[in-house]
């Protein structure tokens, strides 16, 4: 799995080949494939190694806008990795494509960690009262996705200051009452 994702952070979905990766654990390629069912269940399984490393480096963090900033430090140093999950997610928004269910559940599951982090972020008045924690979690999501996509288009951008000054947003604000009540809409 080690040598599919650096050749995959190396070159990306439509550069990657079965054989390099083969080539890099001394196996022939049909000796990949017996790991995996097809080659978009290696792909699926390298994005969920991807996941899981992001996981891990932001394991140390406070919030969760901390650590999808620090994803996005990580990320950029994996431009392949990037066009994969940003290729891959958007090919899976049509319910019949193989990955579909999987970034599905990935979106969910996220959501879910991101919420929780945020409501005990509220319960220490960091983060803002005023919005849901669950919108907050999707938007989350959204900035950092779209992020990404920005990024594979400009490299220049900074993905980790963008997510910072969106964490800003949604900090909470100074002498913010003691009973925060959420609400998805306008008062």
């Known amino acids: 799995m080690r040598a599919a994702l650096e050749v995959f952070s190396e070159h990306g979905e439509r550069g ?15 000796g990949v494939l017996h790991y ?3 080659r978009e269940d290696l792909l699926l399984a ?10 891990e480096a932001a394991a140390d963090v406070m919030s969760p806008g901390e650590a999808v900033a620090r994803t996005g430090g990580h ?4 431009p392949g990795l990037v066009d994969l999950f940003v290729t891959l997610s958007a090919a899976a928004s049509d ?5 579909h269910a999987f970034f599905k559940r990935r979106y969910t599951d996220l959501s879910a960690r991101i919420q929780e982090g945020l409501d005990q972020g509220r319960q220490h008045k960091q983060i803002r009262g005023d919005v849901d924690p ?4 999707r938007l989350l ?4 996705d779209g992020i990404q996509l920005q990024w594979l288009l400009d490299p220049s951008i900074d993905m980790t200051a963008l997510v910072e000054a969106f964490n ?3 900090a909470a604000p100074v002498g913010e009452s003691e009973d925060p009540s959420p609400t998805g809409e306008g008062d």
């Open 95 to 99: 319910p019949v494509h193989p990955a």
């Open 168 to 170: 800003l947003m949604c």
């Open 141 to 144: 999501l959204a900035v950092s």
């Open 16 to 30: 990657s080949s079965l054989k390099e990766i083969a080539d890099r654990v001394g196996m022939s390629q049909a």
């Open 134 to 137: 669950e919108l907050m979690a």
């Open 75 to 78: 990320n950029a140093r994996q």
């Open 46 to 55: 390298v994005l969920a190694e991807r996941d899981a490393l992001d996981t």
């Open 36 to 38: 995996f069912d097809s």
